[in-house]
C-alpha cells in the first residue's frame, strides 16, 4: 500500500514568486491536512480538507490557499512568498474519523531566497 | 478549548534505561490520543494511539503509552532505550468537535551510548 506522496521534495524560491505544492493521499483517506515545521515553531496547522471541503483552518494569512480534488490529492499554495515562509511542509492523510491516525509524507522544504 | 502540553522541550536518557516521555491533554467529551515520531528532515511516523479500552496501549518500535483519565495524562514509555530512538516526539489529541488534531510543542529525545 504507497503511502502519502508529496511532490517536490525540495524548492527554491525567490521572494515574491508564488508556490505550489502537491500531496497524493493513501488510496481510500479522504481527508488532507496541511501543516508548516520551522524549527522554532514547531508544528503549525495550516488547513484541512475533507471530500473535497476544507473542514478546518488555521491561522495564517490569505497567501496560504489550498484545494482538493475529487480522487482526494490535494496542493497548497502559498503566494507573494516571504523570507519568512522557509519551512518544511508536511502532508498527513487520514480516513477522516475522529479515532483514525493521520500518516504524513516525507514533506517538500522550501526555502525563499 | 482542546489542549496538547509535553512539559519537557528535551529529554535525556543512557541507552538500555527506561524512558518516558510526558503528556497531558485537555479535550471535551472522550479523549483519543495519539503519539508519532519524527526523525531528521522526515516527515511524521505514527506510532500508537488510544481510543477506549485498556489503559496500557502498545506501538511500534517496542514503545507503550499509559493513559490516565484522572490526571489527563498520556506518556510514552519504553522499557530499554536504543540509540536510534533518538528523535522528536509529539503527542496529539483528537478535537471531538471538527476532528482537527491538535499538537504537543514535540519532545526531543536524546538516547546516550
Known amino acids: 500500500k504507497a503511502g502519502v506522496t508529496q511532490t517536490p521534495r525540495y524548492l527554491i524560491k525567490t521572494r515574491g514568486q508564488q508556490v505550489t505544492l502537491s500531496c497524493s493521499p493513501i488510496?481510500?483517506?479522504?481527508?488532507v491536512s496541511w501543516y508548516q515545521q520551522t524549527p522554532g515553531q514547531g508544528l503549525q496547522f495550516l488547513f484541512e480538507?475533507?471530500?473535497?471541503?476544507?473542514?478546518n483552518k488555521g491561522n495564517f494569512p490569505g497567501r496560504f490557499s489550498g484545494r482538493q480534488f475529487s480522487n482526494s490529492r490535494s496542493e497548497m499554495n502559498v503566494s507573494t512568498l516571504e523570507l519568512g515562509d522557509s519551512a518544511l511542509y508536511l502532508c498527513?492523510?487520514?480516513?477522516?474519523?475522529?479515532?483514525?491516525?493521520?500518516?504524513f509524507g516525507q514533506g517538500t522544504r522550501l526555502t525563499v531566497v | 478549548a482542546q489542549s496538547v502540553a509535553q512539559p519537557e522541550d528535551q529529554v535525556n536518557v543512557a541507552e538500555g534505561n527506561p524512558l518516558t516521555v510526558k503528556c497531558t491533554y485537555s479535550?471535551?467529551?472522550?479523549?483519543?490520543l495519539f503519539w508519532y515520531v519524527q526523525y531528521p528532515n522526515r516527515g511524521l511516523q505514527f506510532l500508537l494511539k488510544?481510543?477506549?479500552?485498556d489503559n496500557l496501549v502498545k506501538g511500534s518500535y517496542g514503545f507503550e503509552a499509559e493513559f490516565n483519565k484522572s490526571q489527563t495524562s498520556f506518556h510514552l514509555k519504553k522499557p530499554s532505550a536504543l540509540v536510534s530512538d533518538s528523535a522528536l516526539y509529539f503527542c496529539?489529541?483528537?478535537?471531538?468537535?471538527?476532528?482537527?488534531?491538535?499538537w504537543g510543542a514535540g519532545t526531543k529525545l536524546i538516547i546516550k551510548p
Open positions: 498527513a492523510s487520514s480516513r477522516g474519523g475522529e479515532n483514525t491516525e493521520a500518516f
Open positions: 488510496s481510500g483517506h479522504r481527508s
Open positions: 480538507y475533507f471530500s473535497e471541503t476544507q473542514r
Open positions: 479535550v471535551s467529551g472522550n479523549p483519543y
Open positions: 488510544y481510543i477506549t479500552g
Open positions: 496529539a489529541v483528537r478535537d471531538n468537535s471538527n476532528y482537527q488534531l491538535i
